[in-house]
Nanobody, 126 residues
Framework: QVLLVESGGGLVQAGGSLKLSCAAS????????MGWFRQAPGKEREFVAA????????YYADSVKGRFTISRGNARNTVYLQMNSLKPEDTADYYC???????????????????WGQGTQVTVSS
């Protein structure tokens, strides 16, 4: 069982930045595909970004491309989501997710991921 804990959310003005962290309890976390999703009130959970453990390929939703960056920390058990040029429409609860072996594709789909964090709230004021 992999436990994921997000942190770094908060209130920020439009145009500002936040860096979300996702810490894992599992020592083999470095071999997990990772994803970030978000869910705004009254809306479905949507894909934000993903990082493939093999090769480090990254994937981004069109709405965040060029503004958000997903990366792994040097300690290998932490994944980050750097969010720049934030907009009010980025306001949501942000969740990290992990997919261990055997891996499935469809990085943008929640069903791929076996483990989820509890979420961290991001609010962007206009």
């Amino acid at each position: 069982q992999v436990l994921l804990v997000e942190s770094g959310g908060g209130l920020v003005q439009a145009g500002g930045s936040l860096k979300l962290s996702c810490a894992a309890s599992e020592s083999t976390f470095s071999t997990y595909d990772m994803g970030w999703f978000r869910q705004a009130p009254g809306k479905e959970r949507e894909f934000v970004a993903a990082l493939r453990w093999s090769g480090g390929t990254t994937y981004y939703a069109d709405s965040v491309k060029g503004r958000f960056t997903i990366s792994r920390g040097n300690a290998r058990n932490t994944v980050y989501l750097q969010m720049n040029s934030l907009k009010p429409e980025d306001t949501a609860d942000y969740y990290c997710a992990a997919d261990g072996p055997p891996y499935s594709g469809a990085y943008t789909r929640p069903i791929k991921y076996d483990y989820w964090g509890q979420g961290t709230q991001v609010t962007v004021s206009s």
